[in-house]
């Protein structure tokens, strides 16, 4: 038994010796190429939308409720006038101009706004 396994592991080492062991491995892989790769690379950079800085009920002068999420950086504003109500978004070019969509305005901080709607003309709420 010990005679015939000495000749094929004799071939087994010569096969083994006869392989090139400067070269690297090639890879194969099934993936090709991502045609968009480059214009994926170059594109402008994304900007996230805000975070919320405050969910607050304001109460008006008319004893009116209006429901205010501020967002941080202060560019915009997400206002309902019913609780259940639909959301009006609200949004400013730049920092500290009130916040506006559709005929409303909005201007001022979590505590106090003056808010300018359609048919009612400004008024002043308080936290």
Same mark, same amino acid.
């Given at each position: 038994?010990?005679?015939?396994?000495?000749?094929?592991?004799?071939?087994?080492l010569?096969a083994?010796?006869?392989?090139?062991?400067?070269?690297?491995?090639?890879?194969?892989?099934s993936?090709?190429?991502?045609?968009?790769?480059?214009?994926?690379?170059?594109?402008?950079?994304?900007?996230?939308?805000?975070?919320?800085?405050?969910?607050?009920?304001?109460r008006c002068?008319?004893?009116?409720?209006v429901?205010?999420?501020?967002f941080?950086?202060?560019?915009q504003?997400q206002?309902? !006038?019913?609780?259940?109500g639909?959301t !009006?978004?609200?949004?400013?070019?730049?920092?500290?101009?009130p916040?506006?969509?559709?005929?409303?305005?909005?201007?001022? *901080?979590?505590?106090?706004? !003056?808010?300018?709607?359609?048919?009612?003309?400004?008024? *002043?709420?308080?936290?």
């Amino acid at each position: 038994m010990m005679n015939r396994t000495l000749p094929l592991v004799a071939v087994a080492l010569l096969a083994l010796s006869a392989c090139n062991n400067n070269k690297s491995p090639e890879v194969l892989t099934s993936v090709a190429p991502d045609p968009q790769a480059e214009a994926i690379a170059n594109r402008a950079p994304v900007e996230l939308p805000p975070a919320m800085k405050a969910e607050v009920t304001f109460r008006c002068k008319d004893n009116s409720l209006v429901y205010v999420t501020f967002f941080q950086g202060d560019k915009q504003a997400q206002l309902k !006038t019913d609780k259940t109500g639909p959301t !009006t978004v609200l949004k400013a070019d730049e920092a500290g101009k009130p916040l506006i969509a559709e005929g409303y305005s909005l201007t001022g *901080t979590p505590k106090n706004i !003056t808010l300018t709607q359609p048919k009612k003309g400004s008024l *002043t709420c308080k936290a």
